[in-house]
């Protein structure tokens, strides 16, 4: 089960690795989109790593779509997330501080549908998931994006 | 320096080839924004933007500001973030051998502190008119950073 554990620079004792996400709206704005995931069973915004030979737009489109099966496009980048009081330690052992860049994203087409990395997808309300327990800094990041700052939170 | 200088490829998809690395460029300009901060590279003898990679344990913004204190001996404080450049088609190699597609982080900064001042990584740590640093030969891909910042557009660039 990939572990999170925070507390002061815990991320020196992992590497860096760049991460994309994706706050994505309903029609009428009051909810968001949330998946599931498969090895912690949290609630997160769709996410994860970038990969080499794609850009960071590319990137979270692509994970969107493998997580949602939805097509989306990048319209902002709402900010940087590095808290470095985070450490991830993933199955295999790797531990990681995570670098995240924020994107909101609107939906060109697909239809939602599960994927392996994923156990549920949703619409929530804002409501709701102020009350929800969301993976690492998510939480932030939505409200964040609820917001409207034209500059970038850099966190 | 080992005989090869830090050599940036191009090619449709080129950054595959590479190991993925995060970096940060930092834009710091003078009290009336006239001039802008350069730093010399010592693996290939161009002009650049103070910047590098970020250190485990450490913000992004913490990261910059240390990048610039160790570069130029300047102390500052990051401003808001002019862009994410992570051009797919390119691809840096370094003296020695390193193969890396990076994103960068462009941030713009305010001095709070310290003197001008040159490192082991930097032969040169200057001020120059904005328009002169534009003309110069930049390592690949500044010009473009300090070109986005001078649009003063708030909204972030994402390349």
């Known amino acids: ?155 | 320096m080992n005989g090869r200088p830090t050599e940036v490829l191009f090619g449709e998809r080129i950054g595959r080839l590479g190991q993925l690395r995060l970096g940060c460029a930092a834009v710091l300009f003078d009290n009336e924004s006239d001039n802008i901060l350069l730093t010399r590279r010592s693996d290939n003898g161009q002009w650049c933007l103070p910047g590098g990679t970020f250190n485990p344990g450490e913000s992004v913004a913490e990261g910059c500001e240390r990048e610039v204190f160790e570069e130029t001996g300047l102390q500052v404080k990051v401003l808001r973030l002019v862009g994410v450049y992570s051009n797919p088609d390119q691809l840096v190699v370094y003296p020695d051998g390193n193969k890396v597609h990076v994103f960068v982080l462009c941030f713009e900064v305010r001095r709070i502190g310290g003197e001008l001042g040159l490192s082991d990584e930097t032969t040169g740590a200057q001020f120059f008119p904005v328009s002169e640093a534009l003309q110069m030969d930049l390592f690949h891909g500044h010009a473009e950073f300090i070109r986005d910042i001078l649009t003063g557009n708030e909204r972030v660039f994402i390349r």
């Not at chain 1, 860049?101 to 087409?109: D, K, P, R």
């Open chain 1, 1 to 155: 089960m990939t572990q999170i554990f925070y507390g002061e620079r815990l991320g020196r004792n992992g590497k860096i690795r760049l991460g994309c996400s994706a706050v994505i709206f309903s029609e009428d704005r009051e909810k968001v989109l949330l998946t599931q995931r498969l090895d912690n069973g949290q609630w997160c915004l769709p996410s994860g790593g970038a990969e080499a030979g794609e850009s960071a737009a590319e990137a979270c489109e692509r994970e969107v779509r493998e997580e949602t099966g939805l097509k989306v496009r990048v319209e902002r980048l709402v900010g940087v997330y590095s808290d470095p009081n985070y450490l991830i330690e993933y199955e295999d052992g790797n531990r990681v501080q995570v670098v995240a860049i924020n994107f909101e994203a609107s939906i060109l087409g697909g239809e939602i549908g599960l994927s392996n990395e994923t156990t549920a997808i949703n619409y929530f309300p804002l409501h709701e998931i102020s009350r929800m327990e969301l993976t690492l800094n998510h939480k932030q990041r939505i409200l964040d994006t609820l917001t409207g700052q034209t500059e970038a939170f850099i966190r």
